[in-house]
């Protein structure tokens, strides 16, 4: 139990009105532990480390863009799809507001890969950090579910048939399976109640996440952040205070975020996309090629390369929770890949991999696209399997003693 | 019992260890039971609602569908497929019985008149809508590129199971009744 006894406690609010303050509330203390002078960060942080705190500013984009998208937006179908257009065409900035939203969507997608990707590569997962991870992942299933429900919201064409593909997922529950897609929907097809659960659920999980992402910054905190070098780090002389240093390289970030974000909003909004989602959902026609937003791609492109119905799904589910054994598949000491020849070389084939998979899962499920997304698949399983053995047999490369050896 | 003690937090002794084991145990499960009684409500509350699930059913005129061909309609917001097969189509079909394996069914069960097929008209691997398919005679569908034969039954993964079939019944020579 803390100790009861009372600390020094500033009693005149003129004096210092701050201190005063935050001997009552805490709260300066707080954001100057977590993100301010007293928080210590290594001292060797390269710019992959500028994703983590990205990837927050991405998340209060969405959250800000989406609170005044929602008070023009219509949750029925059949209003759904006009009041889009009409934040398009009549809403004062209402286009604006929506291409944020929208860009902003993929770009929080592209920050929390690339902050996965650097995760995978400095073996951050590793103990002590495998809740730290685990936490990353939740988030990362939440931000689909939040995206795949925004996507609806318009009622489009793909929104319409990406609900229904998507919803029908769960029909491989054993038993009980039809009867929740049932439940999911509220009704025989993807419809009303649908539309207007899926928004109420689309406004609420942002806020879950900013939660979850609090218990990541928690877990952050109790081990610090991991480094390229991936050397445990006691000595005090390997750290800097995260601020001035970390705020301002991270400030940094952000300037080139926005201005490629900024581009994207003004000069090719919808390039990521799809025309078809311009027009109102059809339950009686799906258009001749459907796919999802491309951030899904790669685990689209899983479901779809086995023929079996059931065996598909559970690899695509599976493909990411395996993210969640990972700290124990991967049994090197070693935790960067730069000491890791062996693992290193996987590694890089993993991530091209990956984006082999997002190609192919753009492409129409026949001849030699699903030759190659069976291929593709196969190597996905087959670089986790393999961690255990790689670990058992891999010649790591002689660590430095210390960052500044390095 | 014991005198009491000075100290403000009881001491072991003092305690009937069952007799709390026993009233945490109870009362934990009377607070989940609670609990789960409480959810019925709000899970109850998603499921399809009453105007919904009211039995709809569609009325057809069989007679705007020319030989040959298929129409589709919409009944609890799902599309049917309502196929007025021909003599050779009904011919693949029951050829089609001893070669399609996936999930072997006569085509005889599937049809109450052999030149009405009645199929809802959602694949059976996530639910898009087939189109027709010239060179098989039956359906393909554009999501992930499952077929299904004359009698809608699959013929090519990654649907496991045939096109269903909706309940229906012939009101008359010219009417047909879904649901
Ligand atoms: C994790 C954060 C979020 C993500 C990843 C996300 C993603 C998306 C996506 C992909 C769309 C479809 C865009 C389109 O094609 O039009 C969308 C639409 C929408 N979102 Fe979000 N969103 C997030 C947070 C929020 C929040 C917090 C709100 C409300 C406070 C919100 C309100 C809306 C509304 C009203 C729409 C429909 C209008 C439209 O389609 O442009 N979103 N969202
Ligand atoms: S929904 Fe028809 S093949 Fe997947």
Known sequence: ???????????????????????????????????????????????????????????????????????????????????????????????????????????????????????????????????????????????????????????????????????????????????????????????????????????????????????????????????????????????????????????????????????????????????????????????????????????????????????GVVAMFGSILILFVLPWLDSSRVRSARYRPLYRSLYWVFLLNFLVLGWVGSKPPEGIYVLIARFATAYYFLFFALLPVVARVEKTRKLPKTIDEA | MAKPSSKPTASASDVDADRRKFLVGTTAAVGAVGAACCAVPFVGSMAPSRDVAAQATVDINLSEIPEGEAKTYLWQGKPVFVWHRNAAQIAAAKAGDTTSTMDPEPDAKRVQKPEWLVVLGICTHLGCVPIRNDEVGGWRCPCHGSQFDVSGRVIHGPAGTNLHIPPYTFVDDNTLRIG
């Not at chain 1, 009861?4 to 935050?22: G, M, S, Y």
């Not at chain 1, 100057?32 to 994703?51: C, D, I």
Request: no cysteine; hydrophobic share 50%.
């Open chain 1, 1 to 311: 139990m803390a100790s009861l006894k009372p600390k020094a406690v500033e009693q005149n609010i003129t004096r210092n009105p701050l201190k005063w303050f935050d001997d009552r509330l805490p709260l300066v203390s707080l954001i100057n532990n977590s993100v301010g002078r007293n928080f210590p960060a290594p001292k060797n942080l390269n710019y992959m480390w500028n994703f983590g705190s990205l990837a927050g500013i991405a998340l209060v984009i969405q959250i800000l863009t989406g609170l005044f998208l929602a008070m023009h937006y219509k949750a029925d179908v059949a209003l759904a799809f006009d009041s889009v257009q009409h934040i398009m065409r009549n809403v004062q900035w209402g286009w604006l507001i929506r291409n944020l939203h929208m860009v902003g969507a993929s770009f929080f997608f592209i920050v929390v890969y690339v902050h996965m990707a650097r995760g995978l590569y400095y073996g951050s997962y590793k103990s002590p950090r495998e809740v730290l991870w685990g936490i990353g992942v939740i988030i990362f299933l939440i931000m689909m579910a939040t995206a795949f429900m925004g996507y609806v919201l318009p009622w489009g064409q793909m929104s319409y048939w990406g609900a229904t593909v998507i919803t029908n997922l769960l029909s491989v529950i054993p038993f009980v399976g039809d009867e929740v897609v049932v439940w999911i929907w509220g009704g025989y097809s993807v419809g009303d109640p649908t539309l207007t659960r899926f928004y109420a659920l689309h406004f609420l999980l942002p806020f879950v996440i900013v939660g979850i992402v609090i218990l990541h910054i928690w877990a952050l905190h109790e081990h610090k952040s991991n480094n390229p070098t991936g050397l445990d780090l006691q000595d005090e002389k390997d750290f800097i205070p995260f601020h001035p240093y970390y705020t301002v390289k991270d400030i940094f970030g952000l300037g080139v975020y926005l201005i490629a974000f900024a581009l994207m909003v003004f000069y090719a909004p919808d390039y990521l996309g799809h025309t078809d989602n311009y027009i109102p959902a059809n339950p009686l026609v799906t258009p001749a090629h459907i796919v999802p937003e491309w951030y899904f791609l790669p685990f689209y492109a899983i479901l779809r390369a086995i023929p079996i119905k059931e065996l």
